[in-house]
């Protein structure tokens, strides 16, 4: 049983690691897929992300090399991997593009695209807007590493209780055999190669025949002076054999000894059997057979 548990617990855990690698994972791009920013935000998005308060499309290279946004840590749009490194893209667009900051003055009045990067990128990092506030708000990868928390917390602390669980039983269980051990050990020194009789005082001529009182009998009482007699329904018990006319049965008188007396046959003077020798011998038979004693 533990070890089906432990096996779940382990494939509940690699599940749990799996979900956490697949959302973290993004997928790299060329520069040519459409992505979407917003007119005053640091991040580019996936279409339908809940930061987009404001819509513009443009390609994943415009994005990041030529305006300089950053990934959204919710939506998790595509990584640009264009054919040369970014950081060396990023300075040829800033030093090397057409009209730099040694253009004619008309060119650098204009404040054109010379810049653009360098200015959008100034602008969306000092930005406090809105979108920035929210990307904080709601941290997925957080709450994925959350989830991934309680689905360890809550199998490990199941499995732990069903640890503690077995070992106290195995404890209860190792403890119930050492009883066992020392009341076996006790009851054998007072019991083994004897008779139960031997220790208890039965009336004369009493003795135990399958499991039952008895003294010498006959046809009608087999049972000796332990006979009574009862009728089908079993709710009354008899002395006369004969009572009422009826033809009753008889029966050892520790089995019914419970019952109800009849008001004409078995009451008055009639003497009943004693048994509390009986229930003593049954007593210490049950003890030998409990323990194994001969």
């Not at 199941?158 to 669980?165: L, P, T």
């Not at 399958?210 to 006959?218: H, K």
Request: glycine share 10%.
């Amino acid at each position: 049983m533990m070890v089906i548990l432990l096996r779940i617990y382990g494939m509940i855990i690699a599940f749990s690691w799996f979900i956490l690698a697949f959302y973290s994972i993004v997928h790299a791009d060329n520069g040519d897929t459409i992505v979407h920013v917003t007119n005053t935000g640091t991040h580019y998005h996936t279409a339908g992300c809940y930061h987009l308060q404001s819509d513009k499309e443009i390609t994943l290279y415009e994005a990041v090399v030529e305006n300089g946004y950053i990934p959204c840590d919710d939506c998790n749009p595509p990584v640009y991997d264009g054919p040369a490194k970014l950081h060396e893209q990023m300075e040829e667009h800033q030093g090397g593009g057409e009209g730099t900051s040694s253009s004619s003055g008309g060119e650098s009045g204009n404040g054109t695209s010379n810049h653009s990067y360098s200015s959008t990128y100034t602008t969306n990092s000092n930005s406090n807007n809105r979108e920035t506030s929210d990307e904080y708000e709601k941290p997925g990868l957080l709450l994925c590493m959350i989830g991934v928390g309680i689905a360890f917390f809550l199998p490990g602390c199941f499995v732990i209780g069903m640890i503690k669980s077995a070992k106290t039983k195995s404890i209860t269980k190792k403890q119930e055999q050492e009883e066992f051990e020392r009341a076996r050990q006790m009851y054998y020194s007072m019991y083994a190669g004897k008779s139960p009789l031997s220790f208890v005082q039965a009336p004369p001529g009493a003795f135990v025949k399958n499991d039952l009182p008895c003294t010498e009998g006959d046809n009608i009482r087999p049972h000796g002076d332990y006979t009574v007699f009862i009728g089908k329904n079993a709710n009354v018990l008899h002395m006369n054999p004969k009572c009422g006319g009826a033809n009753l049965d008889p029966v050892n008188y520790s089995l019914v000894c419970k019952l109800p007396h009849c008001k004409r046959c078995a009451t008055g003077k009639i003497t009943l059997p004693r048994l509390e020798w009986f229930v003593k011998y049954s007593e210490i038979e049950n003890i030998k057979r409990k323990y194994n004693i001969p």
